[in-house]
């Protein structure tokens, strides 16, 4: 069954990168395998893939349909990126703290004088959600720019359950305001609020008992994530958390291993999280534990460059072992703030030395299967989702080679063109 | 006396940047001087800065002159990029290269296989000038649309006198199409070729005799520059090259401590460069004595970044010893394909600990001291060059703390708009 809708064409491709095939998530070897067609073109309906294949080949096809045809002249076609990681959604910025941290303040030292998340607690608080909107609505439009199709969005800046509501109804409007599509993630347990200082449990309690069951009866989250960290929860706490958002039927995901090692990749293993993120201090046990199991690894090197580390997640280790890697920007004000997935897939190459082929893996179908849509979302096939960036470069690995710069020239969502440069 | 030509009024910066003042080269504090005017405007006519000040000050000339008045609606206005070293000039890509050391091929194997610097003059020794300048031209646009509005371009792919010379013809086409600065540089000395392997000194005296004084008789170099090094030419062939330089005119600067530390800083100082460069390597006696001198240390931590290096040059010691240090993208294909130098200044805070202040005088004014172009170039000054940058942010630190993403909304080339972004 053909669906309804306008058609496009987008014909001549110098690289169709596909990934299709199986299985997914890619693993190891596979992960690199990103199933390129020369020459290559893909035909839409609607918001759905139609064909893809040789251009000659889909010609009549498109005629038939009268499709508009988008001549690709040799550029690199790929699916939209899927930026499984970001907490979009927040008030003012960080620069102070940016600058503070350079002249040699340390985060504690920073973070105790009101800056960090408590900060960005103060400012969202302070925020409308119309406020918040338009400036979330700025840097969709922007990760749209550089080939982002679909994003997940974390809350987290709340500390209370008045301000975590406030920011899940402002990832609602924008779910149904952007071209983009929008996964909405309660991050329920980000940092203990001042009050809780001293009784993070009690925290814990409010969110188990009140916050999650809220978000869940109102719809507005999928997600559940908690920041497991000595500054932040402990993994009973995060457990606590998360078990609270499965009985209300919201999937975990959880930040793991960040600044040091506590125990939260196992947590996610042992709750079948669809994803660990960060991951900088997992040992060789939890990465073969990870390897075994369906969690996703999510590395965020966009951090460790911003905070100017010299050392990044083990990416080789844990593709080496098997585990199922995706990447992501985590754009937040404090520690990421970029919305630019190909410098990330630049960070993978040059500072974590995946390849090329493995970096688009995992910034595609592998983050769509870490959000539970790599049916949907991920690779170019027929019957999925018409997702899409055309990418000015001849070869795909020219994307993270050329860093730091904007390769993306069309952006296309659910088959409509949302971004386009001249 | 008013200049003949249209006029500009950039009018509501949010903040004017005019680095404005003595002393030049900024060196310790100074660096981070910036002399911000909020509210500031700049007026220009024909190709110069006819008045710098605060909005309301300057409408009533603007009016008299018929400017045409933009309006920056509280952005950030600030001189164009000066970027003062890059290898803009090459054919193909080293994109191969780049591959195989993510597999873990070293420098020295991928070199030995034909590829490094040997392929980059291969391929452009079959380029045509034609071929050249087309692909040099494209980046020289991306340039434009990152706010640079000067640069220096090298030759030294050509590895031999007939190719170098052919790389100093597109220059001089490049400088007489492009509506940027384009200052040529004629790296004599780097890399030795094959055929000279055994005696790297032969090919130096064909350097003095030959090449020298053809590429001065022909007036198609400013500078002259050597790649000092252990896998290319030693102190005593550098000096022997730069002498032969300075008694044709041409004024030295000096690839000097980026892999080991040869003693090339010294050299730089000895012969009065105009900038040594890279200076990965320098000890605590060679920052002293680049303090003392006026030799501008020009950091290239893009090559760091993208060789996945985890040490980079030393700015905090050069810069609180007082040095002057300048900032670059040192485009080139092998360790540096970045034309972005907003990125540059990202990595100088992030990975440098420099502060963005001194990031972005480092960027401009002592740039412009590096190409001897300060009296003309690096700050918005009444008489001096109206060459400036309009940033899509309300404060300057926001241009490395947003990373790896273009924020250059406007860039404008002796008082001519050369690039804007809807």
Redesign the interface.
């Known amino acids: 069954m053909i669906p309804a809708g306008l058609s496009l064409f987008f014909r001549n491709a110098g690289q169709l990168v596909t990934l299709s095939g199986r299985p997914v998530p890619r693993r190891g070897p596979d992960l690199g395998e990103l199933g390129i067609l020369r020459g290559g073109a893909v035909l839409t309906r609607g918001p759905i893939i139609v064909a893809v294949g040789r251009t000659r080949d889909l010609e009549a096809d498109a005629r038939r349909l009268r499709a508009r045809a988008i001549d690709c002249r040799g550029r690199v076609v790929m699916p939209g990126f899927v930026d499984s990681h970001t907490h979009l959604v927040f008030a003012g910025?960080r620069?102070d703290d940016?600058?503070e941290r350079?002249?040699g303040r340390t985060y504690e030292e920073i973070a105790a004088s009101g800056g960090g998340i408590t900060l960005s607690a103060r400012l969202l608080g302070e925020a409308s959600t119309r406020q918040l909107c338009a400036r979330a609505c700025h840097f969709l439009e922007?990760l749209a720019a550089?080939g982002t199709t679909t994003v997940e969005v974390k809350t987290g800046y709340g500390l209370s359950v008045a301000n975590e509501m406030k920011t899940l109804r402002a990832i609602e409007r924008l779910r149904k305001q952007s071209p983009l599509e929008i996964v909405p993630t309660l991050l329920a347990a980000h940092a203990v609020p001042a009050e809780y200082r001293k009784r993070p449990r009690a925290y814990i309690d409010l969110v188990a008992r009140r916050l999650v069951p809220a978000a869940a009866k109102a719809g507005l989250a999928e997600f559940i994530d908690c920041f497991c960290e000595r500054v932040a929860f402990s993994v009973a706490e995060c457990r606590r958390a998360l078990e609270a958002g499965l009985r209300h039927g919201l999937i975990p995901r959880l930040h793991a291993e960040q600044l040091s090692r506590t125990g939260g990749a196992r947590l996610a293993i042992e709750l079948d999280a669809a994803s660990a993120d960060h991951l900088d201090h997992v040992n060789s046990s939890d990465i073969r534990a990870l390897a075994r199991s369906g969690v996703v690894a999510t590395l965020v090197p966009?951090a460790n460059?911003?905070?100017?580390l010299?050392?990044y997640p083990p990416a080789r280790r844990l593709i080496e072992a098997g585990a199922a890697v995706a990447l992501a920007t985590d754009f937040n004000p404090g520690t990421s703030?970029?919305?630019?997935m190909?410098?990330i897939l630049?960070l993978a190459?040059?500072?974590m030395?995946?390849?090329?082929a493995e970096a688009v893996s995992a910034a595609t179908i592998n983050a769509a299967y870490s959000l539970r849509r790599a049916d949907r979302l991920g690779s170019l096939e027929p019957d999925k989702q018409a997702d899409l960036a055309v990418m000015d470069v001849d070869?795909y690995?020219?994307i993270?080679?050329?860093?730091?710069?904007?390769h993306c020239v069309m952006t296309v969502k659910r088959g409509r063109i949302i971004y386009a440069r001249v």
Chains 1, 2 share one sequence.
């Open positions: 910025s620069v940016f600058e350079l002249r922007q550089h966009g460059f911003h905070l100017g010299r050392t703030p970029t919305v630019n190909q410098f630049s190459c040059s500072a030395r995946m390849t090329p070869d690995r020219k993270p080679y050329y860093f730091a710069w904007n």
